[in-house]
């Protein structure tokens, strides 16, 4: 799967509710580690997968509702 598609499905529906404000790793499509700091949640996601090139791990933001872009 594209990693660019992989990480947008993320940023839909109840991903967005449960790790609303918060830093997610994403390996094999699945969440594997969640937390305020992109750094610590990066280290986790390694540790549960030393294995995995670091260019397989995606790191994303989820942002909060009131968070706008223009």
């Known amino acids: 799967m594209n990693l660019r598609l992989q990480t947008k499905k993320?940023?839909?529906g109840w991903t967005?509710?449960?790790y609303t404000g918060k830093?997610?790793?994403i390996v094999d499509?699945?969440?594997v580690a969640s937390g305020y700091n992109s750094y610590d949640v990066f280290k986790r996601a390694?540790?549960?997968y030393p294995d995995k090139p670091?260019?397989?791990i995606i790191l994303d933001?989820?942002?909060k509702e009131d968070f706008l872009i223009l």
């Open 46 to 48: 390694r540790k549960k």
């Open 54 to 56: 670091t260019n397989q």
């Open 61 to 63: 933001y989820i942002p």
């Open 23 to 25: 830093c997610i790793a």
């Open 16 to 18: 967005q509710i449960k």
């Open 10 to 12: 993320f940023n839909r």
């Open 29 to 31: 499509g699945k969440v």
